[in-house]
């Protein structure tokens, strides 16, 4: 039987497989300094390449975290609860595909249950998996609704990222204050006005993504 693989579990796979080692990691960094001009070997610059292989660590640790086993544990025993639930104003940090910047902003994300919910830090960390990989905030926006919505099986589920990107603020167009807004409407929020109208007023409209 040939089975498609849903693009989040893809995703999820992503393959730490033939990743170079800390060393050659490190070398590239040493490499990339050089190349600005500077002197890897003076003292401020000495443990560079190491600092920034750790925090490549720290900004790119989505890669080994499967977001589908995050929403693996869900509960049923809500009294019939079936409203919707919204996570208000995560704070998203991510970095941009294109340019390796970051991308600084916010993520609003609901769902309407279908007999079961989720622990609510779990919503949260599944966006944390994928803003933890090099993102497009299209992408980002659809992983994020497309897991919970595959995983949990909801009646809908809408995500809406507000954001600014470092690309654009702080290099090429210069265009600080401009906050990118990017939704995924699934289920009763795609077909269903007033359920949508519902959850935009629940998050107040789009409003300015933090700094970035
Ligand atoms: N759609 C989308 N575009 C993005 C995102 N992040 C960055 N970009 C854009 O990706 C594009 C890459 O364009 P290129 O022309 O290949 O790169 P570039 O020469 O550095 O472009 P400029 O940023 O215009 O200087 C730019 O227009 C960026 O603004 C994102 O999350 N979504
Ligand atoms: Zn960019």
Known sequence: MNIQTPNHIIDAKASLEGRP????AEAAIRTLLRWTGDDPDREGLVDTPARVARAYEEFFAGYAVD?????????????GYDEMVVLRDIRIESHCEHHMVPIIGRAHIAYLPAGRVVGISKLAR???VY?????????????????INDVLKPKGVAVVVEAAHQCMTTRGIHKPGVTMVTS???GAFRDDTST????LAMIGGPRAAAEG
Request: net charge negative.
């Open 184 to 186: 995924r409407m699934l």
């Open 21 to 24: 080692s800390r060393e050659e």
């Open 126 to 128: 599944v966006l944390e």
């Open 131 to 147: 803003a933890k990989r090099l993102q497009i905030q299209e992408k980002l926006t659809a992983q994020v609704a497309n897991c």
């Open 196 to 199: 949508r109208r519902e959850f």
């Open 67 to 79: 977001p589908v086993e995050l929403l693996a544990r869900s509960f049923e025993e809500t009294d």
